[in-house]
């Protein structure tokens, strides 16, 4: 079974921040796939901004070497490679200085009137500076859209700083705030589930769901991006935005259509029921941690500061957080009394991004003790590093003999078994850029919200001036994250698999 392509309208893609690590190893990748698969027109071009001085040739190659690792694993896509090359063009330009930019604009100018997305893979403090040259030069007309990357800000108030600035150059419907998370089969499936099914409706609510998990664990450490992310930390990198963003898609009333603004009137009502934590409650509701060495994927490695300060020699110490474990709750209807526990780290002992709906026990079992424990349902949804959906079910041990029960997953990943080609999250969101379809971007109130939550733990940690608790590289985390789920008699979800 093939999955149909829709080819897009003829576009102009100006990647800023061409030749950095996400453009090469995301965005390109994910618009070559795109290409090859024919839903990008002929005419289409894709320009690459950095200050690099670069020749089309000199981008082509660099580009071209990022893809060589697509087109080893995919033979059938080694043809299509030198005609993508050949859509791309470079322009090398300093965001922060005027020189250049006439130059620029007239040769995105010269196509005409056609859809022009300006994709900001640069550091947000470049934000400002790109749309208020974009504005100046008049590339912000009808037909040009922006996207922006994580992080929007470090807090609401410099939140509001980058929201102004794009919004005085773009309007906020073609504003498209990314967040990948969204693009992935999953969380699609999710809204499938949820909504095209009228099995899990009934059930999806307090009454029979004992509590939810998410949890996106990571093995790499530190990598490159010190300076962005120990100024950061792991609630602001990744609870801010895919973590919120996931717990909104798990606890959002139906919208009235699968339709831009209704799907985020939802996802808003969410972050707004999200029960705030006071400076008192910070301590017994979150945990922050900090790797220390140990090892990752069989090899030993260091800690974190230790790998800070390889890479900003004397750096002695840091209060950085590379874990978070939290529970929130939703306080309204549907989940009063449900949490919702949420952990995220570097460094842990699996590379696992999952959604688990723990569903309640059944009210009384009518089993003999010999049949073994009636395990309650779950619903658990893989983001990665496989996407797949299992459901938990109590069934019959097969076979002769007395009755046994069983817990075993119903697998509910249709596309491998279809051998569908799943698209990187980038991929779709990419094309749904180039559609002018928001639907699965953030809204500025979004945003705003996500922060509006996170502030108040911030100015606690502030407060309790902890050091973040430290924890073994290769494990799951610190013990107080274990202490956090149990002290509620819950556990963190293991694959049994
Ligand atoms: P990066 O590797 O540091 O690349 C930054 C890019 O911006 C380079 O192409 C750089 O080229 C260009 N640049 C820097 N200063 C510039 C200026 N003044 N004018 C024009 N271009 C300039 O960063 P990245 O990892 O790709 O991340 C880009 C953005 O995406 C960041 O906001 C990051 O937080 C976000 N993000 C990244 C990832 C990821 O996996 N990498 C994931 C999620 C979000 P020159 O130095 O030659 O100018």
Request: proline share 5%; charged share 25%; aromatic share 8%.
């Amino acid at each position: 079974m093939t999955a149909k392509t829709v080819p897009v309208d003829t576009f102009d893609l100006v990647i800023f921040g061409g030749t950095g690590d996400l453009a090469l190893r995301k965005l390109l990748p994910g618009l070559f796939r795109r290409y090859a698969d024919g839903q990008i027109p002929e005419d289409s071009r894709i320009i690459g901004v950095a200050r690099d001085k670069l020749a089309d040739a000199d981008y082509r190659s660099k580009v071209g070497e990022a893809l060589a690792t697509v087109v080893r694993g995919e033979a059938s896509l080694q043809s299509k490679l030198e005609p993508f090359l050949q859509k791309l063009g470079y322009h090398a330009l300093d965001a922060t200085l005027d020189t250049g930019w006439q130059a620029f604009a007239e040769e995105l100018l010269t196509h005409g009137e056609r859809i022009r997305v300006f994709y900001l893979s640069t550091s947000p403090g470049l934000f400002v500076d790109i749309c208020t040259r974009l504005k100046a030069h008049g590339l912000n007309g009808g037909k040009s859209r922006v996207v922006i990357e994580k992080p929007i800000g470090k807090d609401s108030a410099s939140a509001a700083v980058i929201n102004d600035a794009v919004g005085s150059a773009f309007p906020e419907s073609r504003i498209f705030r990314i967040d990948h998370y969204l693009g992935k089969e999953t969380v699609q499936n999710l809204m499938a589930l949820r909504f095209a099914n009228i099995l899990f409706e009934p059930l999806w609510n307090a009454n029979y769901i004992d509590h939810v998990q998410i949890t996106v664990a990571e093995t790499v450490g530190l990598e490159k991006r010190a300076t962005y992310y120990d100024g950061s930390g792991a609630l602001r990198d990744m609870v801010q935005n895919h973590l919120l963003q996931l717990l909104c898609m798990v606890a959002m009333e139906p919208p009235a259509a699968m339709e831009a603004d209704a799907v985020r009137d939802e996802k808003l009502k969410v972050l707004r029921s999200l029960r705030p934590i006071s400076n008192d409650e910070a301590a017994q509701a979150t945990v922050r941690g900090q790797y220390r060495a140990g090892a990752s994927n069989g090899c030993a490695v260091p800690g974190y500061v230790e790998e800070l300060a390889a890479l900003q020699p004397g750096r002695t110490d840091s209060r950085t957080e590379t874990f978070v474990a939290l529970k929130a709750e939703v306080d309204n209807w549907r989940w009063a009394g449900v949490p919702f526990y949420l952990r995220t780290g570097k460094r842990l002992a699996e590379r696992v991004s999952e959604i688990v709906v723990a569903f309640r026990h059944v009210p009384h079992s009518i089993f003999e003790h010999g049949a073994g424990p009636v395990m309650a349902n779950k619903l658990v949804l893989r983001l990665q590093p496989d996407e797949g959906v299992k459901l938990w079910l109590m069934i019959k041990d097969p076979g002769p003999g007395g009755l046994r029960l069983q817990h075993v997953p119903l697998d509910m990943s249709f596309a491998e078994a279809f051998g569908v080609h799943q698209p990187e999250a980038y991929e779709r969101l990419l094309m749904d850029v180039v559609r002018g379809n928001p639907t699965l971007f953030m809204r500025r109130d979004e945003v705003e919200a996500a922060w509006k939550w996170i502030d108040p733990i911030l100015a606690a940690w502030e407060t309790l001036r902890e050091a973040p608790k430290p924890y073994t590289a290769g494990s799951w985390g610190p013990s107080a994250a274990v202490a956090l789920i149990e002290r509620d008699g819950r556990t963190w979800h293991e694959d049994e698999a």
